[in-house]
């Protein structure tokens, strides 16, 4: 079955630059959520869509943008990076069909900020 | 706001033994979704037992098991049979249903499978 696809699945980048992460849910999935985990921590929420629009937003610095385009697809953008920026960056994906009752997890963007 | 809590940072367990790893949360919510997810050295994040709160029957997913507990808030994992491949983080988290909702996780336990 498809699952989740997130690119690239490793990134280093320095401070100061900006980063661009990608998600591709599960087709016929239409809603995308982005959660950060650093180091040694669980998962926290950053933000989610719902038919390209924003429908939830957590913890989620104002450097840091997203949206979700016309194939429902995802992009986390990431601008001064800072040291502590450094984490692995999930996306899921839920769909109608499942009542938005359960999350696909991606294998995550390891980003690393030198 | 809800919360999910897990008291054990780390466990072991002898390999075909069985263990129990705790989990408790709160929220004001009477329908919500349960969930243990396992993430391995790989660090991906697998679904291991789902469970919905208005089921009051405990799910099971082959050597996995839960005890719900939805008084006592209250959501334990077993594995049976402890396998070396179970040896990874364990995460504990809630979702309200619908839509909008995000996953909240607890701090997770990291278990090690001794052989």
């Known amino acids: 079955a498809a699952g989740v696809i997130q690119s690239p699945r490793h990134l280093i980048k320095e401070k100061r630059e900006t980063a661009t992460l990608k998600c591709y849910p599960i087709?016929?999935?239409?809603?995308v959520y982005w959660y950060q985990q650093g180091p040694g921590q669980d998962p926290q929420f950053l933000i989610s869509?719902?038919?390209?629009?924003?429908?939830d937003k957590g913890s989620i610095p104002d450097r840091f943008s997203a949206q979700q385009f016309s194939d429902y697809h995802s992009e986390l953008n990431m601008s001064s990076l800072e040291l502590g920026d450094s984490a692995l960056y999930f996306c899921?994906?839920?769909?109608?069909?499942?009542?938005?009752?359960?999350?696909?997890f991606g294998p995550g963007t390891r980003l690393t900020v030198l | 706001a809800q919360t999910v809590t897990q008291s054990q940072p780390e466990m072991s367990v002898q390999e075909a033994e069985t263990v129990t790893l705790s989990c408790t949360y709160d929220?004001?919510?009477?329908?919500?979704?349960l969930f243990w997810y396992k993430q391995p050295p790989s660090r991906q994040m697998i679904l291991v037992i789902r469970?919905?709160?208005?089921?009051?029957q405990n799910a099971t997913e082959n050597r996995f098991s839960v005890n719900f507990q939805k008084a006592a808030k209250s959501f334990s994992l077993k594995i049976s049979d402890s396998q070396l491949g179970d040896t990874a983080m364990y995460f504990c988290?809630?979702?309200?249903?619908?839509?909008?909702?995000?996953?909240?996780f607890g701090p997770g336990t990291s278990l090690s499978v001794i052989p």
């Open positions: 087709p016929r999935h239409d809603t």
């Open positions: 469970q919905e709160a208005y089921k009051q």
């Open positions: 988290a809630f979702m309200k249903p619908g839509l909008d909702d995000k996953v909240i």
């Open positions: 869509f719902y038919e390209k629009m924003q429908s």
């Open positions: 929220t004001s919510e009477n329908n919500y979704y």
């Open positions: 899921a994906s839920s769909s109608p069909q499942r009542g938005y009752n359960e999350q696909f």
